[in-house]
Antibody, heavy 120, light 111 residues
Framework: EVQLVQSGAEVKKPGESLKISCKGS????????IGWVRQMPGKGLEWMGI????????RYSPSFQGQVTISADKSISTAYLQWSSLKASDTAMYYC?????????????WGQGTLVTVSS | QSALTQPRSVSGSPGQSVTISCTGT?????????VSWYQQHPGKAPKLMIY???KRPSGVPDRFSGSKSGNTASLTISGLQAEDEADYYC???????????FGGGTKLTVL
């Protein structure tokens, strides 16, 4: 069974750094792109970026380029989303999602989400 | 890249049909047959309902169907059921620079 399990909720202060994770199981982790999606409170979904764990090829949405860093450790089947200096506006639910396969353009499995709260 | 345009809300009675539109541009919806739809219940992760404009993943009821005309994609839910009440998001591939863009979401209320 394909599963994406994300790390738990985080409460941070502005200016702090953070790295959240997404662990894949039940499939070949290195063969599928993993994307990250933001959902601010009461708002819609926003695509942030995507990584291919096989070679760490990473692409970012223009809206998030330079704001976050996406990485992966294929030895432990885990993708990451990190911030070097959080802002209150980073408060949101963050989902990881698997791109269905080579030559496909939709996300077939999603993690349960990680709630990030940034408040002084 | 602006979000795709969806109606903020739609509603229907059990057994009826509803259609949710998703309007983009020739750079996204109109340029590729890579529109997908996601259902999101409150407090839950999104779930894939339609991909490649009109294909249904295994396990999704055939009450859900998708189509596209020009720069507008549509999700139709027929035979509405109470459990269909949720938020629905469209998503389109938008080329090698932007890659993906989501719609703003539509809240479906089953009356």
């Amino acid at each position: 069974e394909v599963q994406l399990v994300q790390s738990g909720a985080e409460v941070k202060k502005p200016g702090e750094s953070l790295k959240i994770s997404c662990k894949g199981s039940g499939y070949s982790f290195t063969s599928y792109w993993i994307g990250w999606v933001r959902q601010m409170p009461g708002k819609g979904l926003e695509w942030m970026g995507i990584i291919y764990p096989g070679d760490s090829d990473t692409r970012y949405s223009p809206s998030f380029q330079g704001q976050v860093t996406i990485s992966a450790d294929k030895s432990i089947s885990t993708a990451y989303l990190q911030w070097s200096s959080l802002k209150a506006s980073d408060t949101a639910m963050y989902y990881c999602a698997r791109l269905s396969g080579s030559g496909t353009y939709y996300f077939d499995y999603w993690g349960q989400g990680t709630l990030v709260t940034v408040s002084s | 890249q602006s979000a795709l345009t969806q109606p903020r809300s739609v509603s229907g009675s059990p057994g009826q049909s509803v259609t949710i539109s998703c309007t983009g541009t020739s750079s996204d919806v109109g340029g590729y047959n890579y529109v997908s739809w996601y259902q999101q219940h409150p407090g839950k992760a999104p779930k894939l309902m339609i991909y490649d404009v009109s294909k249904r993943p295994s396990g999704v009821p055939d009450r859900f169907s998708g189509s596209k005309s020009g720069n507008t994609a549509s999700l139709t839910i027929s035979g509405l059921q109470a459990e269909d009440e949720a938020d629905y998001y469209c998503c389109s591939y938008a080329g090698s620079y932007t890659l993906w863009v989501f719609g703003g979401g539509t809240k479906l209320t089953v009356l």
